[in-house]
């Protein structure tokens, strides 16, 4: 079965990076877009980027476009998103989820939070 | 850049009661990639339903999608004790985009 399992919880300070990791299995990993989203405390969901694992090219939400990096490792069929220079407003749980029929979201990541505090 | 506005924003309603759920884009969205998704607390979102009326594997079918160009539904025709959570609207757009709406609460009445 598909599984989408994810790095633990950081705590970071402000303007510190946070890397983030995804480990697929159950299908075949180059095959299907991985996308990343992220939700505050309290708020809805917000998409940052995706990238496919076969290529490795990428496509970034404006919002984050020169702060977020997405890379994948083909070898053990895990994608990471590098979040840089982070406030206290990117305190959030990040997902990733993979695409599925019509470009939705079939399969997700448990979440990881992320907590920026000084 | 697409808009996805969802009303309302929470919805009030008893186990057994129909649920109409609105989903409004700023311009039209190919039916093909709009999508609904079921979140409860603590939990990642699920995937409910994909172009616009596709049910996802093992979603009850009292869930259902309906619409096209700007306006979308999603109906629950029967609410159970389980289907009390937040629902969102999705699109893909051009350019490797998506775009979330900004969710409906369902609530006990």
């Known amino acids: 079965q598909v599984q989408l399992v994810q790095s633990g919880a950081e705590v970071k300070k402000p303007g510190a990076s946070v890397k983030v990791s995804c480990k697929a299995s159950g299908y075949t990993f180059t095959s299907y877009y991985m996308h990343w989203v992220r939700q505050a405390p309290g708020q809805g969901l917000e998409w940052m980027g995706i990238?496919?694992?076969?290529?490795?090219?990428?496509s970034y939400a404006q919002k984050f476009q020169g702060r977020v990096t997405m890379t994948r490792d083909t070898s053990t069929s895990t994608v990471y998103m590098e979040l840089s220079s982070l406030r206290s407003e990117d305190t959030a749980v990040y997902y990733c989820?993979?695409?599925?029929?019509?470009?939705?979201?079939?399969?997700w990541g448990q979440g990881t939070l992320v907590t920026v505090s000084s | 850049e697409i808009v996805l506005t969802q009303s309302p924003g929470t919805l009030s309603l008893s186990p057994g009661e129909r649920a109409t759920l609105s989903c409004r884009a700023s311009?039209?969205?190919?039916?093909?990639?709009l999508a609904w998704y079921q979140q409860k607390p603590g939990q990642a979102p699920r995937l409910l339903i994909y172009?616009?009326?596709s049910r996802a594997t093992g979603i009850p079918d009292r869930f259902s999608g309906s619409g096209s160009g700007t306006d979308f539904t999603l109906t629950i025709s029967r609410l159970e004790p389980e289907d009390f959570a937040v629902y969102y609207c999705q699109q893909y757009g051009s350019s490797l985009t998506l775009t979330f709406g900004g969710g409906t609460k369902v609530e006990i009445k």
């Open positions: 989820a993979r695409e599925d029929q019509g470009s939705s979201l079939g399969y």
């Open positions: 311009q039209s969205v190919s039916s093909s990639y």
């Open positions: 172009g616009a009326s």
């Open positions: 990238i496919n694992p076969s290529g490795g090219s990428t």
